[in-house]
């Protein structure tokens, strides 16, 4: 089975830690993404990238940043976690940006700051 | 602004009523996604609709895109505890672009 595996379903951290989510792909996929997930806001894009070391911002990039060495490996760092930060963050990757790109997400981590 | 609006936002059915989900913009999408996500999972997508006036068939779900590409459905007839779920629909405004979520529609199905 092809998959998004996001290393952590939960985490618990600290206000001012540095946070890393991690995000691989098996799929040879061009695109990854980055999604925060909110009751009532739905999902919002922090950050995609299309290519290794090329990244773009999303809809909410402010206290985040991420880094793609790799073409499976996605990672989001929250520079200084505060706690409106505590949320489901999503990985997703996808095959192109091709009309009607299919997404595969990943389980979500659920990160708490406290 | 929400650009893609979701209603209802809340559902709650009996098993075997039929249900209708909207999905609608003032913006035209070059294609529309419906995804459903079960609680602790990421969202799976149902369907991809990409022509304006497009119908397409999964089972007892049908999904409609609107003629002028800014409003799409999901209609389930006689909805089964299974269907319950997150229903997220997504669109990219240009090919090429990011997808675009609403809020979605959490659907409760009691037996």
């Known amino acids: 089975d092809v998959k998004v595996t996001q290393s952590s379903r939960y985490l618990v951290k600290r206000t001012g830690e540095k946070v890393f989510l991690e995000c691989v792909q098996d799929?040879?996929?061009?695109?990854m993404f980055w999604y925060r997930q909110d009751p009532g806001l739905g999902l919002r894009l922090i950050y995609f990238s299309y290519d290794v070391k090329m990244k773009e911002k999303g809809d909410i990039p402010e206290g985040y940043s991420v880094s793609r060495e790799k073409k499976e490996r996605f990672s989001l760092i929250l520079e200084s976690a505060s706690t409106n930060q505590t949320s489901m963050y999503l990985c997703?990757?996808?095959?192109?940006?091709?009309?009607?790109?299919?997404?595969?997400f990943g389980q979500g981590t659920r990160l708490t700051v406290v | 602004t929400q650009l893609l609006e979701q209603s209802p936002q809340f559902l709650s059915i009996q098993e075997g009523e039929n249900l209708t989900v909207y999905c609608n913009s003032s913006?035209?999408?070059?294609?529309l996604q419906w995804y459903r996500q079960e609680p602790g999972e990421g969202p799976v997508l149902l369907v991809t609709?990409?022509?304006?006036?497009e119908v397409k068939k999964l089972k007892r779900l049908t999904f409609q895109f609107g003629d002028a590409r800014k409003d799409s459905s999901l209609h389930i007839t006689a909805a089964q505890t299974g269907d319950t779920g997150l229903y997220l629909c997504?669109?990219?405004?240009?090919?090429?672009?990011?997808?675009?979520f609403g809020k979605g529609t959490t659907l409760s199905v009691s037996s």
């Open positions: 913006s035209v999408f070059s294609s």
């Open positions: 997703a990757s996808s095959l192109s940006f091709q009309l009607g790109g299919k997404l595969i």
């Open positions: 997504a669109g990219a405004r240009q090919a090429g672009t990011a997808l675009i």
């Open positions: 609709v990409v022509t304006g006036g």
């Open positions: 799929m040879d996929h061009e695109n």
